[in-house]
C-alpha cells in the first residue's frame, strides 16, 4: 500500500514514559521511532514484545516495520490492541487482534480499523524463529487521534451494503 494523504503518522501520541519493549538489548524503544536507532532481541531469542501505551485515545489505520539488515528482520508479527499485560507465556493462548502474514519489511500494512479503534495500548510480538535475532530499525503507526476522527469519512466496510429498514 502506498503512503497516502489519509496515512498519518501518531508516533508523537506515543508516551514512551510507559512503553517498553521485553526481551530487548535496551531499555528505551524510543530509538526504534525515527530517532536512527533500533530495537534488537537478546541474542538467546529472536522475539521481542512491544508495548506501546498511547497520551489519548487512537483510531489506528496503518502500521510500517523496517530492518536494514534482512536476515534479522522478523517473519511473524501480531498484534493486540488494548492488552497490557502480554507475555511471553501469553503468545499461543491469547488471540492477537491481527497477524500480519506474509510480512515484508518496509511494506505498509492497513489494519482493519474497526479492530484499533479507541485504542490507549498496542502490542506488538515480532519474531524470527529461524534468526539468532530479531531487530527493527523504524517502526511507523499511522492513524489518527480519537477525538479528530471524522466518522463521515470511514469507509462502509459491510460486504451486503446498508441495512434495509425494517417498515
Given amino acids: 500500500m502506498e503512503k497516502s ?18 526481551n530487548a ?3 528505551s524503544i524510543k530509538q526504534a521511532f525515527g530517532c536512527g536507532g533500533s530495537i534488537k532481541s537478546n541474542p538467546d531469542e529472536p522475539e521481542i514484545i512491544i508495548h506501546i501505551t498511547f497520551k489519548e485515545k ?45 510480512f515484508t519489511v518496509g511494506k505498509i500494512y492497513s489494519l482493519k480499523i474497526a479492530k484499533y479503534r479507541n485504542i490507549d495500548t498496542l502490542v506488538l510480538y515480532v519474531s524470527n524463529p529461524s534468526g539468532s535475532v530479531v531487530e527493527l530499525t523504524n517502526i511507523d503507526i499511522f492513524g489518527v487521534t480519537a477525538e479528530n476522527t471524522d466518522m463521515s469519512q470511514m469507509k462502509n466496510t459491510n460486504p451486503w451494503g446498508p441495512r434495509p429498514c425494517k417498515k
Fill in 5 to 22: 494523504s489519509k496515512m498519518t503518522s501518531i508516533i508523537g501520541v506515543i508516551d514512551f514514559g510507559k512503553s517498553e519493549a521485553l
Fill in 25 to 27: 538489548e535496551s531499555d
Fill in 58 to 102: 487512537v483510531n489506528i489505520t496503518g502500521i510500517n516495520l523496517e530492518c536494514h539488515n534482512s536476515g534479522n528482520a522478523p517473519t511473524e508479527v501480531h498484534l493486540f490492541s488494548n492488552k497490557t499485560n502480554i507475555g511471553f507465556s501469553d503468545i499461543g493462548s491469547v488471540p492477537s487482534t491481527e497477524t500480519l502474514s506474509k
